[in-house]
Each structure stands twice: as structure tokens, then as C-alpha cells.
């Protein structure tokens, strides 16, 4: 089952989660080199992804809202 359940969510949305969660990580972890590692080869590299993780970042808010949305009856309640 990919959807979510009343007890738990479902791999779709911890997928999801996580690689949110990941690329977020990367995106300030890039930020962090610009400031205290400015104009060094892992700066650079960080600097070239910005962008594309930045898009995929906003593809991603709107899949797990539209999947949020679809799975809003079946999601565990808040406690």
C-alpha cells in the first residue's frame, strides 16, 4: 500500500519526507560554504547545484501538497 493510513504514513510520503529533508540540507549547506568557504572547489561544486536542487525543491512542495491533499482523509490525526 503507497497511500497513507490512520496509523502511519506511507512510503510515498516519507519518501517524500526525506528527500525534502535531504535536499534542504544541501541547499544550506551550500549557503554555509559561500560564507565560510568562499571561492574553494567544494563551494563551487555546491554553487553549480544551486539552482537545479532549488527547482526540484518546488516540484517537490507541490507533489507533497497535491499528495497530502489526496491522502487527507487516510493521514494519522495530530496528538
Known amino acids: 500500500m503507497l497511500g497513507d493510513s490512520p496509523r502511519a504514513y506511507g512510503p510515498v510520503s ?3 519526507h526525506w528527500s525534502m529533508a535531504f535536499l534542504f540540507l544541501w541547499q ?3 549557503a554555509l560554504l559561500g560564507v565560510y568557504a568562499e571561492d574553494t572547489a ?3 561544486f555546491f554553487w553549480r547545484t544551486h ?3 532549488g527547482f526540484t525543491l518546488w ?3 507541490f507533489v507533497r ?3 497530502g491533499l489526496a491522502n487527507l482523509r487516510n493521514r494519522p490525526g495530530h496528538e
Do not use: M
Request: net charge neutral; aromatic share 12%.
Open 65 to 67: 501538497g497535491a499528495w
Open 28 to 30: 544550506f549547506s551550500g
Open 51 to 53: 539552482a537545479s536542487i
Open 59 to 61: 516540484l517537490l512542495v
Open 14 to 16: 516519507k519518501a517524500l
Open 42 to 44: 567544494l563551494e563551487q
